[in-house]
């Protein structure tokens, strides 16, 4: 078993990990502006913790494995560079650490190599022998596979400072002394610089934005913010410089992209289509037909990612709304926790506005549970039921092969769901 870190900016991420499997893993925040010597005593902590809690002990223990954000020299083993974050890391003797205080012998390296090994073991890169890995995010990063090793170079800085080469040299030096360095012109650490300096930045919703970093400019720029989009076009050309001269300079298989980069919220549109978007059409049919003044749209949420949470009835409204579909305002309920959560809010919405009525379009399956819950918030509804999975709508097809099809499952489950959700509704006097 090995102990493992990966120290990030916001947090360290440890696990217990055999043969190539996280037995178990935690996190803890990562305090990048304290001491590295104080950050390696609380990670050591936190590993006896989670041996003790899983009932492992340190003795079936062979290694510890560290991801650091410094170039690092993994020989010695030691960090080269410590940028200010984790203060004290150059001085750190990590083989004595590790000895004297877990008994073990330490491996460390370069994050963003550490990331590439786990995409060649383990994911996008397997089985290649010619990788480049960027990272785009508070810096860009990259890390070189070359002949199936890790790109070292005679310094250990092989690809790792690419994100600093120059790729508009009539631009003023930056941070790192490189004239017009692509870091500069296209990260988290310069963009409220860079957003700053442009003469539409005043009339731009930047200017009372929260934070500016690239999750702000890709949500401002979907909205149409002239400076976000400008901004966004920026990062987007650099990025694709920085990846154009990577396949250039080290003739890859592969280019793996990470960092802390999301993938985009607005892919595609903002929403999914699936089987219950009929729900939007039939809604919107009678928004053209003149048969209401507003639409409504409710809806729950998911996780996106780690920290992102997508929201239906938002997302939905804004694809309505830029594909300019709806002749009619719309407004979204936010997230909603259930049925009966989106019957309160527009049972809300109805006594504020004085609505004498209001059309309730949902799937047929649905609509029974739905009208009850409205009806009993207050709502006087008219209930257009759509999205039908009756064997009328299914058509039928003949066939001979007596083999179960999933769809009759799907069936099976949205019927059991509402006739669950009928009771559970009843039990709490919803209904
Ligand atoms: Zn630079």
Not at 136 to 159: D, E, P, Q
Request: overall charge neutral; some cysteine.
């Amino acid at each position: 078993m090995i102990l493992a870190a990966d120290f990030g900016g916001t947090t360290i991420k440890l696990g217990l990990v055999r043969e190539g499997r996280i037995l178990a893993r935690s996190r803890l925040d990562a305090y990048a502006n304290r001491p590295m010597a104080e950050r390696l005593e609380a990670v050591a902590c936190e590993w006896e913790l989670l041996l003790k809690t899983n009932g492992y002990t340190l003795q079936i223990c062979a290694g510890i494995a560290l991801s650091l954000p410094f170039l690092t020299d993994p020989k010695s083993p030691r960090v080269l560079g410590d940028f200010g974050k984790f203060p004290g890391a150059t001085n750190i003797d990590f083989a004595a650490w590790s000895r004297v205080r877990l008994g073990l012998p330490v491996a460390l390296e370069n994050d963003l190599r550490v990331a590439l090994l786990g995409e060649w073991t383990a994911g996008a890169a397997r089985g290649k022998s010619e990788v480049v890995m960027l990272a785009l995010g508070t810096g860009i990063g990259c890390a070189v596979l070359s002949s199936g090793r890790l790109l070292r170079g005679a310094n250990n800085r092989a690809a790792t400072l690419l994100g600093h080469s120059t790729i508009a040299h009539e631009h003023p030096a930056g941070r790192c002394g490189n004239l017009g360095c692509a870091e500069d012109l296209a990260s988290t650490a310069t963009l409220a610089k860079l957003a700053r300096s442009r003469s539409d930045f005043a009339v731009s919703q930047l200017a009372g934005a929260e934070k500016i970093d690239h999750e702000t400019i890709f949500t401002l720029a979907a909205q149409g913010d002239a400076c976000s989009q400008a901004l966004l076009q920026q990062s987007l050309k650099v990025w694709a410089v920085m990846l154009q001269n990577a396949v250039i300079a080290f003739d890859p298989e592969v280019v793996v992209l990470g960092g802390g980069v999301e993938p985009s919220e607005s892919e595609p549109a903002g929403i999914h289509l699936k089987g219950a978007s009929d729900r939007l059409f039939a809604a919107l049919s009678l928004a053209k037909q003149g048969r209401g003044r507003l639409l409504l749209i409710g809806g729950g949420s998911y996780q996106g990612g780690e920290d992102v949470t997508v929201f239906e009835g938002e997302g939905a409204k804004r694809w309505v709304e830029e594909w300019q579909l709806s002749p009619v305002p719309v407004q979204s309920l936010g997230p909603c926790r259930d049925t009966h959560d989106e019957a309160l809010k527009v049972a809300a919405l109805a006594a504020q506005h004085s609505w004498k009525r209001v059309a309730l379009v949902t799937s047929a399956y649905h609509m029974t549970r739905s009208k009850a819950v409205f009806e009993k918030a207050g709502v006087v509804v008219v209930p257009v039921p759509c999205n039908y999975l009756s064997m009328g709508m299914r058509g039928r097809h003949v066939t001979w092969l007596v083999v179960p099809k999933a769809d009759n499952m799907l069936y099976f489950g949205a019927w059991m769901h509402e006739i669950i959700g009928w009771w559970a509704y009843r039990l709490r006097g919803w209904v």
